[in-house]
């Protein structure tokens, strides 16, 4: 039985031999992706009908919340948000269940992109460090997880536990310089009158949604968060996977850490902890399971869009700002909830 | 002759195993925390000198432990049992500030206590149903639970942001001492001792560690795993709730952010000390309340040098990661 898997493994792969990469023509990433899409499709559907309601019903109690300020204070809202959930899905797709270091991530990119405007550095050359420096944390926390052979969840626990109290020794208050080119871009305003920043993570997000099922390294992770030892049998290594993911990830805090430096005038690195709650909380509302494998990137757009929209309704409804975490943290253990249910099921 | 012979080779067994022993006791979690938390308390004795062994610096390390004990005791039978509460630190915060307003508002302190503790208990109920019947991931539910008990303290507050309470029965009790040490901490000390022989030489601990280790094979035995995680996740409740009472006598008041660093510290403790979070079934009460202890010991020595306070979470980090590393190298779990 085992013998004859084994061959009708082999044969399969010499069939497809010529292939190079044995992840192009692994079809259980794709096979998965078709299998989720009808489950993707209802999540998107059930989230956008929620936030056309949430906005519908503000709009009717409040005429006033359908104006330009409400507007412009959600899309700045999601513009860093939507960037770092794609980060944090990636890794919650890989099979890393969650990056706690978004904190971190977020602030000593942002902070070093600071000190060189600051400094008077050409704003290009400080965004291609601040990218740098993203990335290079990422490969930090790959670094430890794959050498050390340690849990992700772990990791980045203790990465961001250190991490982030370095950041507290060094960053008391950082200034992004009003003339520098940064600053402009983050305050301008294109199509449709909405930020540039807006603009900038409607592009991420849409680029690594249409990228993940079509490249090689967004198979694999699909691929290895799926099932790690039947990606392995298959010749796709899971250092340089993990190595990939977690540096892409970097990358996404890199990028969000470019638009959080752009539209604020000042920061301290404090601002950073309420990302890590709502990047998680926006990842499994977006149906995107803890276990990995599964889940579409496309469909971060529109939790991010509702997580980002409450605070501003719950301000409209008189709702004191007291209460702001409490409607994220609910919807949160409903997701979770959503999301055992669903593996439960799926199990028997 | 033989008889001799026979003799020398079994005293020469005996302590070969007795070394066995040694060297078994030193290669497990018990064995490294204890050797960590020496060379910390000689660290603390070359580098700030006796005065680190005086009575009142061991009265001020084991008040600030007062709290994280207590919570650690309680929650880590959740862990053991597999499952993670992250929100024992938002319960404790929350639960002081609803115990201090109800006194303030001239509840008898018992009555007010009880409420606080039937508090916990629906909250532990509140996550077991997530995580137990929904199968919820428990790590990021109980995020999401945090984040709804941090906000409610933060309304409970109000404006203010603080109450303020001084409970004269409670804060008698939170600051007697017995020589050096706080009565609190004595009889949290007996409490960690009370879970060791639960954990260690009891059916129930057994059965706990069963459940964490490895769940079909628990259920296969015929332990209810749903019962013994909801039983679990309210014994953490409840810790919540008696460690807000316990900050309400040690502060005298409650803030809105009290409680919201504890977690991560109580968290960081018990993984020094040989919990997992990844994975049930392994740690012990006294693991973890030495790795408490190491960590209290580096912010006292770092407090006394007067460092930088961040420096604390730096070298916590760097413990945590050394922690989970050797606990992998031992035959822990490996992420591959």
């Keep these: 039985m085992r013998q004859s898997q084994f061959a009708r493994y082999r044969q399969t792969s010499t069939s497809a031999g010529t292939v190079a990469d044995p992840a192009d023509q692994t079809v259980p990433g794709l096979a998965k992706e078709a299998r989720v899409l009808p489950e993707g499709v209802a999540t998107a559907g059930i989230l956008l009908v929620v936030w056309i309601l949430l906005v519908a019903v503000s709009a ?35 099979g890393g269940v969650l990056d706690l270091s978004i904190p971190t991530a977020l602030i000593l990119p942002a902070w070093v992109m600071a000190t060189l405007l600051v400094d008077g550095i050409n704003v290009w050359l400080t965004i291609l460090v601040g990218l740098l420096v993203g990335i290079a944390w990422g490969g930090f926390n790959a670094a430890i997880i794959v050498f050390g052979k340690l849990n992700p969840i772990i990791v980045t626990l203790g990465t961001n536990f250190a991490g982030f109290a370095i950041l507290g020794i060094y960053v008391q208050n950082a200034v992004i310089p009003v003339h520098s080119g940064l600053a402009t871009f983050g305050k301008g305003y294109s199509l449709f009158g909405l930020p540039n920043v807006f603009w900038l993570m409607v592009v991420v997000v849409a680029l690594a949604g249409y990228l993940l099922p079509r490249t090689r390294l967004g198979r694999r992770t699909i691929a290895v968060g799926g099932n790690p030892q039947a990606a392995k049998m298959r010749g796709i290594s899971l250092r340089k996977t993990r190595f990939g993911v977690f540096m892409t990830a970097g990358l996404m805090a890199g990028i969000a850490a470019v638009l959080f430096a752009a539209s604020q005038q000042t920061f301290v690195s404090a601002d950073g902890t309420n990302y890590l709650f709502l990047a998680i909380a926006a990842t499994l509302v977006a149906g995107i399971s803890l276990s990995g494998g599964s889940g579409h990137l496309w469909v971060t757009f529109l939790s991010v869009g509702l997580l980002s929209t409450i605070p501003t309704s719950l301000a409209f409804f008189g709702v004191p700002t007291l209460w702001q975490t409490v409607p994220a943290g609910v919807i949160l253990v409903l997701a979770v909830g959503l999301d055992g249910y669903r593996r439960l099921r799926s199990a028997r | 002759m033989r008889a001799v012979l026979s003799a020398s080779r079994s005293t020469e067994g005996s302590e070969t195993s007795r070394r066995n022993a040694i060297g078994a006791l030193l290669n497990s979690p018990i064995g490294s925390i204890a050797i960590t938390l020496v060379l910390i308390v000689l660290i603390g004795l070359f580098w700030i000198g006796t005065s680190f062994l005086t009575g009142s610096n061991l009265n001020i390390v084991s008040t600030s432990i007062a709290v994280p004990l207590l919570l650690a005791t309680c929650s880590a039978f959740a862990l053991l049992a597999g499952v993670v509460d992250l929100s024992i630190g938002a319960s404790a915060g929350l639960n002081a500030t609803i115990f201090a307003a109800l006194v303030l508002h001239h509840w008898n302190p018992w009555s007010a206590a009880l409420i606080v503790a039937c508090i916990g208990i629906v909250i532990g109920i509140v996550n077991s149903v997530v995580i137990v019947r929904l199968g919820a991931v428990s790590i990021a539910a109980t995020l999401g639970t945090l984040s709804v008990l941090s906000g409610l303290q933060f309304v409970a507050n109000g404006t203010a942001g603080s109450v303020t309470v001084l409970v004269p029965g409670l804060y008698h009790f939170a600051n007697t001492s017995v020589g050096p040490m706080p009565l609190v901490v004595v009889l949290l000390v007996v409490l960690v001792v009370v879970a060791v022989y639960v954990v260690t030489s009891t059916r129930l601990g057994r059965h706990i560690r069963a459940v964490g280790g490895d769940e079909r094979a628990a259920t296969r035995a015929g332990i209810s795993v749903s019962k013994v995680r909801v039983g679990s996740l309210i014994l953490s409740g409840l810790g919540g709730a008696l460690a807000g009472v316990l900050y309400i006598g040690q502060l005298g008041g409650a803030t809105n952010t009290l409680g919201s660093d504890v977690v991560f510290l109580v968290y960081a403790g018990v993984m020094i000390g040989g919990y997992s979070i990844i994975r049930g079934g392994v740690g012990n009460p006294a693991g973890g309340a030495m790795g408490l202890l190491v960590i209290a010991g580096v912010t006292d020595i770092i407090a006394v040098k007067s460092i930088n306070t961040y420096y604390t979470d730096v070298i916590v980090g760097a413990l945590l990661l050394l922690a989970v590393f050797f606990d992998r190298i031992r035959g822990g779990d490996a992420y591959e």
């Excluded at chain 1, 359908?66 to 899905?89: D, K, Q, W, Y």
């Design chain 1, 60 to 94: 009717i109690d409040k005429a006033n919340f359908l104006s330009r300020e409400t507007l412009l204070s959600v899309t700045f809202t999601m513009a860093v948000l939507g960037v770092l959930t794609v980060g944090e899905s990636l890794v919650t797709i890989s």
